[in-house]
């Protein structure tokens, strides 16, 4: 059968990363289940032939841009895939590929993006100068995590470029790593977009948490340095990956292939992950009131 590569969208907080694991929930298990059902993977097969991912995500992180490809038949879209797949998990776009396409090492460029509740740090002086009545809602998590985008951003300039991260990720060989790291101010948010041909285990949350350090104040610039150096770093200076949930897969690039988006299941992406704004919008104000009535 003709080789075929699909764009994956899912919500990851449900589920233990990308890659399967034994007795518990992952975007793959859930992907395997579908071409089972669709019978374009045998019962008793361990996986597609021909099949590989972009990449594997951490539990709890999601994506907009993650990349199977297998042999399929011509017949299985985005939106048949979807007919098996789970809410949270949604086919949107396809590609025919050659045969000897590799979903993993023919990827050129990944790319992640971080959204960081990190209020600026000005906005922290202006809230505590305020009439009481006055202050954001949530004054004291703002407080706590306060951050000076010029420091914010040296850090990012610092940790861009080829590097040794062997400090900043559980990995222990392939730890040279080239990415780029950029960051623009939302409101109360900094979103950090990090990019590279590939990363090592952990690296972006790593990145993110050793570059929030630097910009509220907490390490150093010249830590960064620190992390770059041959030794070890020490227990209680070492760096611990950011929280995986505001972490989303946003592009992974293939020059050679053209993708097609399948309508009908790009709008039932949508239409879901809308759902899923407003329900946790919804959510956040209960959480609200709730902090607003413990006086």
């Not at 740090?121 to 809230?127: H, P």
């Not at 010029?150 to 900043?168: P, V």
């Not at 730890?175 to 977009?193: H, I, K, M």
């Not at 340095?225 to 989303?248: I, K, N, S, W, Y």
Request: proline share 7%; glycine share 6%; net charge negative.
């Amino acid at each position: 059968m003709p080789t075929r590569a699909f764009r994956i969208a899912y919500d990851g907080t449900g589920y233990h990363g990308f890659q399967r694991q034994p007795d518990v929930p992952t975007v793959e298990d859930a992907i395997f289940d579908a071409l089972r059902d669709l019978e374009v993977l045998a019962p008793d097969a361990d996986r597609p032939d021909g099949y590989a991912a972009a990449g594997r995500t951490d539990a709890g992180v999601s994506a907009l841009a993650q990349t199977v490809a297998l042999e399929a038949p011509d017949w299985l879209t985005p939106r048949a895939l979807n007919g098996e797949l789970p809410a949270d998990i949604r086919a949107w776009a396809a590609a025919d590929a050659p045969r000897e396409f590799h979903a993993t090492h023919h990827a050129e460029r990944r790319e992640y993006a971080y959204h960081l509740y990190a209020p600026p740090a000005d906005s922290r002086r202006r809230d505590r100068a305020a009439p009481a009545g006055d202050r954001a809602d949530d004054r004291g998590a703002s407080g706590r995590n306060a951050v000076d985008d010029d420091r914010f951003r040296a850090a990012c300039e610092a940790l861009s470029g080829s590097h040794d991260f062997h400090n900043l990720t559980p990995d222990d060989r392939n730890t040279e790593r080239s990415p780029t790291l950029e960051a623009t101010r939302d409101g109360d948010f900094l979103v950090l977009t990090v990019t590279a041909g590939g990363f090592a285990r952990e690296l972006v949350r790593r990145l993110v948490s050793l570059a929030r350090a630097v910009g509220t104040g907490d390490a150093p610039l010249e830590k960064i340095d620190r992390a770059f150096d041959p030794e070890p770093l020490p227990g209680h200076e070492g760096v611990a990956p950011a929280a995986p949930e505001p972490l989303v897969l946003t592009a992974v690039d293939y020059p050679d292939l053209s993708f097609e988006i399948d309508e009908t299941a790009a709008a039932s992406a949508r239409e879901i992950f809308r759902e899923r704004r407003i329900e946790r919008r919804t959510r956040a104000r209960v959480a609200g009131r709730i902090a607003d009535g413990v006086r």
